[in-house]
Nanobody, 123 residues
Framework: QVRLMESGGGSAQAGGSQRLSCSFS????????MGWFRQAPGKREGVAVI??????GYADSVKGRFTISADNAIHTVYLEMTNLKPEDTGVYYC??????????????????WGHGAEVTVSS
C-alpha cells in the first residue's frame, strides 16, 4: 500500500518562503509520478509535478516562484515556495500515481494522496 506523508508548511508573510516535503513508501518509487496540489475553498488545483525522469511541470500561477525536486535515494519530493502571495494559501497535498500521466496537473490522474499540509500566507 502506497503511503504519502507531507511535512512542513505553516504561516508566512507575503514575499516569504516555505518548503514542503513528501515522503513516499510502500512500493517501487521509481515507477511513480509525483505531484503537489493545493486546496482552496471550492477548488483543488495542480501546482507542480515531477515525472519519473525528473521532468518538472508547473501551474502558470507558480512558475518562477515554486520549485519541485526529488531526492530519489530517500523517496522524498520537495516543494520550495518563494515570493509567497496570499493567494497561495491553502492545504497542500502530495499525490502520486504509477506510470505515465496524460495530464499530470489534474487531480483525477492521481491514485494516492497524502493528508495535506496547511500553508497560510498573510499580507
Amino acid at each position: 500500500q502506497v503511503r504519502l506523508m507531507e511535512s512542513g508548511g505553516g504561516s508566512a508573510q507575503a514575499g516569504g518562503s516555505q518548503r514542503l516535503s513528501c515522503s513516499f513508501s510502500g512500493d517501487n518509487y521509481s515507477g511513480y509520478c509525483m505531484g503537489w496540489f493545493r486546496q482552496a475553498p471550492g477548488k483543488r488545483e495542480g501546482v507542480a509535478v515531477i515525472g519519473r525522469d525528473g521532468t518538472a511541470g508547473y501551474a502558470d500561477s507558480v512558475k518562477g516562484r515554486f520549485t519541485i525536486s526529488a531526492d530519489n535515494a530517500i523517496h522524498t519530493v520537495y516543494l520550495e515556495m518563494t515570493n509567497l502571495k496570499p493567494e497561495d494559501t491553502g492545504v497542500y497535498y502530495c499525490a502520486t500515481s504509477r506510470g505515465f500521466l496524460d495530464s499530470p496537473l489534474l487531480p483525477g490522474e492521481y491514485t494516492y494522496w497524502g493528508h495535506g499540509a496547511e500553508v497560510t500566507v498573510s499580507s
